[in-house]
C-alpha cells in the first residue's frame, strides 16, 4: 500500500530555513498523482502549504508562497519541501499526502513530523 | 474560501447519532471531503465528494450537502469514533479545512 514518511530536522532557528523530505513507497511518484505538504500547530487545525506534480509544477497557499518552494525527485521517489525564514509561528507538524488529481481529497497521509521553531 | 464547522466540541455516548455540519464561504459544489483524526495520527480520509465513503470506512459514517453546507453523520457512535473531525473544500486548488469537531464522551 501507499507509504509516506517524513524526515527533517527536528529543530529551527528562527530566522533560517525549514527543510523536509517526503519518502515515498508502494506507489510510483511518477504516476500522475500531486504530492502535498500540509501543517498543524500543536493543539490547533490543519494549514494545506502546497502540491507539486511529477512533472515538478508547483503552486502554494497564497499566504505563504513568498516563502515556500517544494521540488521533487522521481529517481529517488521523494519530494521536498522548504521555507525561508522561520519564525514561532512555523512550528507544527508537518505532514506530506497524496491526492489523484489537482482537485481532489488528500487520500494517503504520512504520520507526519514535528518541526520546533527555537533559537 | 472559509470553511466554518458547527459544534467544535460534542459530547456523545455509545449509540449516539452525531451530526457534525461543515459550511462554506462559497460555493464549492460537492467539492467537500471529511477526515478523522487522532492525537498523535495524521488525518484519515472517510468522505469524498461530499458523500463518497472511501474505501474501508465503516458505512455509519456519511457524508450530505452541496453548494455551502455540508454535514457528516455517524449512525451509531462507536468507542473508535470519538476523534477530532475535519471539512475540507477542493474546489479550487488552494484547498482549506475547518476548523475541526471534537468528538468526547458524554
Known amino acids: 500500500q501507499v507509504q509516506l514518511q517524513e524526515s527533517g530536522p527536528g529543530l529551527v532557528k528562527p530566522s533560517e530555513t525549514l527543510s523536509l523530505t517526503c519518502a515515498v513507497s508502494?506507489?510510483?511518484?511518477?504516476?500522475?498523482?500531486?504530492w502535498a505538504w500540509i501543517r498543524q500547530p500543536p493543539g490547533k487545525g490543519l494549514e494545506w502549504i502546497g502540491s507539486?506534480?511529477?512533472?515538478?509544477?508547483?503552486y502554494y497557499n497564497s499566504s505563504l508562497e513568498n516563502r515556500v518552494s517544494m521540488s521533487i525527485d522521481t529517481s529517488k521517489s521523494q519530494f521536498s519541501l522548504s521555507l525561508t525564514s522561520v519564525a514561532a509561528a512555523d512550528t507544527a507538524i508537518y505532514f506530506c499526502?497524496?491526492?489523484?488529481?489537482?482537485?481532489?481529497?488528500?487520500?494517503?497521509w504520512g504520520q507526519g513530523t514535528l518541526v520546533t521553531v527555537s533559537s | 474560501i472559509q470553511m466554518t464547522q458547527s459544534p467544535s466540541t460534542l459530547p456523545a455516548s455509545i449509540g449516539d447519532r452525531v451530526t457534525i455540519t461543515c459550511r462554506a464561504s462559497?460555493?464549492?459544489?460537492?467539492?467537500l471531503a471529511w477526515y478523522q483524526q487522532k492525537p498523535g495520527k495524521a488525518p484519515k480520509l472517510l468522505i469524498y465528494?461530499?458523500?463518497s465513503l472511501e474505501s474501508g470506512v465503516p458505512s455509519r459514517f456519511s457524508g450530505s450537502g452541496s453548494g455551502t453546507d455540508f454535514t457528516l453523520t455517524i449512525s451509531s457512535l462507536q468507542p473508535d469514533d470519538f476523534a477530532s473531525y475535519y471539512c475540507?473544500?477542493?474546489?479550487?486548488?488552494?484547498?482549506?479545512f475547518g476548523p475541526g469537531t471534537k468528538v468526547h464522551v458524554k
Open positions: 499526502s497524496r491526492h489523484p488529481h489537482r482537485i481532489s481529497a488528500h487520500v494517503n
Open positions: 508502494g506507489f510510483s511518484i511518477s504516476s500522475g498523482s500531486y
Open positions: 507539486i506534480y511529477s512533472s515538478g509544477t508547483a
Open positions: 462559497q460555493n464549492i459544489g460537492r467539492w
Open positions: 465528494d461530499a458523500s
Open positions: 475540507q473544500q477542493y474546489n479550487t486548488y488552494s484547498v482549506t
